[in-house]
């Protein structure tokens, strides 16, 4: 499994794959957006964590 996609059932068609559509830099953390890899339902999630974004990325 890449960084780039996530496990989680979706809501709208039953799919169990997500992939990282976006992610940014924002003043709370870092915010992401998955999308459903086979419809298209999506959200945005927000993590504090980014020192452990920015050594995954280096
Ligand atoms: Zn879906």
Known sequence: ???????RECPGCGNDTFYL????????G???KWHCTECDYGY?????????YANAEA
């Open 1 to 7: 499994m890449s960084d780039l996609e996530i496990e």
């Open 30 to 32: 870092k915010k992401t």
């Open 44 to 52: 945005i999630h927000i993590t504090d964590d980014v020192e452990t």
């Open 21 to 28: 559509a976006a992610s940014m830099l924002v003043h709370l």
